[in-house]
């Protein structure tokens, strides 16, 4: 029976790479060269529905790729138990609570798990080795075969210990080949749609060269979780009255990446839920106005005002940037400006919070790294007045009150128009 179950996978996976590749272009951000293999992840069951609704050339949290990974667990494992148990002080996912009583994930020492982080390489290739290991895989890789293999890479010596083994095996494996010949990136984040195609590499090298053993019957990750969110949330928030001197005093605020400061500063508690319906939101934005140069249609910069809404605990920053903005040498052009959007179709948007803003969209396109433009038309600084220079006075000024720019702030997709407070 174990001998047919692994040739009807086999065929399976032979199926997957013959399969037509349009399939995965329903995918928002997919790579060209990934397409194939997310659409082949995707008929395998590897891609979480949270997944396939949101942009795949964004970093992925560690919460998605803990579920992607339990995904790719439920095909060899056949029967695991939802936990009731909750591990960590940050979180109930029941996707997360399930990967940690399989040992596929681990949380930090204070007792978080920080599931909207975005994961590291190095946490994601421990992560796979862990359901690797899950799965039946043994290593063989020792601790002085790990350090010569990642001595063919420049930044090797950045690979944590606890991630040296689990790195250069993927590598060995050729589950992961690095970011280039002579680099492996460990501490930065990847793609949703990287994520995806590694966990589907991983089962592909288990199964084709069989290196674990298959159950008798495959296993069927149930596709819904029931959850009971409580009829009313009551939120005790204390915010500091001096926005501006709780700002100035905390450096980690001016960070232009998500951390827990942050998360606190925005949502009172770093045990808080972020906004659970888009009612909540909206008890939580102010509308605010700011003042900004409106480009007229004969070329010439008019004294204005926006009117946008935003999250009330950044009332003031926001404020204080875009006057900062309008009082500076530039004189930059805002004839386009939002801020607060529910945006239901995704669960990560930091429009939802009311802590994105978008300048000119028209001007300053966000385009993936296959060349697809996904919102705007175009991105042509020193030639369109309302398209953001690389080295404006803006994306400083939003910087230095830790907003990160979409132009820079990812390694694939460019979105020269979005400034984060949690970079996405």
């Not at 928030?237 to 951390?259: A, G, H, Q, V």
Request: net charge negative; glycine share 6%.
């Amino acid at each position: 029976m174990q001998i047919k179950r692994l040739v009807s996978i086999l065929l399976m996976v032979c199926v997957l790479f013959a399969s037509n590749v349009s399939f995965a272009l329903a995918f928002s951000g997919v790579d060209e060269w990934f397409v194939e293999e997310v659409t082949d992840a995707d008929k395998l069951g590897l891609i979480p529905e949270s997944l396939k609704i949101q942009d795949m050339s964004r970093p992925v949290t560690r919460a998605e790729f803990c579920e992607t990974a339990l995904q790719a667990y439920g095909i060899f494992i056949d029967k695991y138990a939802i936990s009731s148990k909750d591990y960590f002080t940050d979180t109930s996912n029941p996707n997360i609570l399930m990967a940690y009583e399989a040992g596929i994930v681990k949380g930090y020492e204070d007792g978080t798990f920080r599931p909207d982080n975005y994961i590291s390489r190095q946490e994601m290739f421990k992560m796979i080795h862990n359901l690797m290991i899950a799965i039946g895989y043994e290593e063989t890789i020792t601790n002085d075969d790990a350090a010569s293999v990642l001595s063919i890479f420049n930044d090797g010596c950045e690979v944590q210990e606890w991630a040296a083994v689990p790195s250069a095996s993927l590598i060995e494996l050729g589950v992961t080949k690095g970011t280039s010949d002579v680099t492996i990136d460990p501490l930065s984040s990847t793609s949703k749609a990287q994520a995806v195609v590694l966990a589907y590499r991983s089962v592909e090298t288990l199964i084709g060269n069989e290196l674990v053993a298959l159950p008798e019957e495959a296993a069927e990750l149930p596709q819904e979780v029931e959850v009971i969110e409580p009829a009313e949330i009551t939120r005790n928030i204390t915010y500091p009255d001096d926005f501006d001197s709780n700002f100035n005093m905390n450096p980690n605020l001016t960070i232009t990446d998500y951390n827990i400061d942050k998360y606190i500063l925005i949502f009172g508690s770093e045990f808080a839920q972020k906004y659970m319906s888009e009612q909540e939101a909206e008890a939580n934005m102010v509308e605010v106005t700011v003042p900004v140069w409106r480009l007229d249609e004969d070329g010439t910069k008019i004294s204005s005002t926006k009117k946008i809404k935003v999250n009330k605990v950044i009332e003031d920053i926001t404020i204080k940037m875009f006057t900062e903005i309008f009082e500076g040498d530039e004189k930059f052009p805002i004839n386009s400006l939002g801020c607060y959007s529910w945006r239901s179709g995704t669960s990560n948007s930091s429009h939802k919070w009311g802590i994105a803003f978008d300048i000119n969209p028209t001007q300053n396109y966000y385009i993936n790294s296959e060349g697809t433009i996904l919102s705007g038309e175009y991105w042509n600084p020193g030639v369109d007045e309302l398209s953001i220079p690389e080295e404006s006075e803006v994306i400083a000024i939003f910087k230095k009150y830790g907003f990160a720019w979409g132009g820079d702030a990812w390694p694939s997709s460019k979105d020269y128009m979005h400034f984060s407070y949690f970079s996405n």
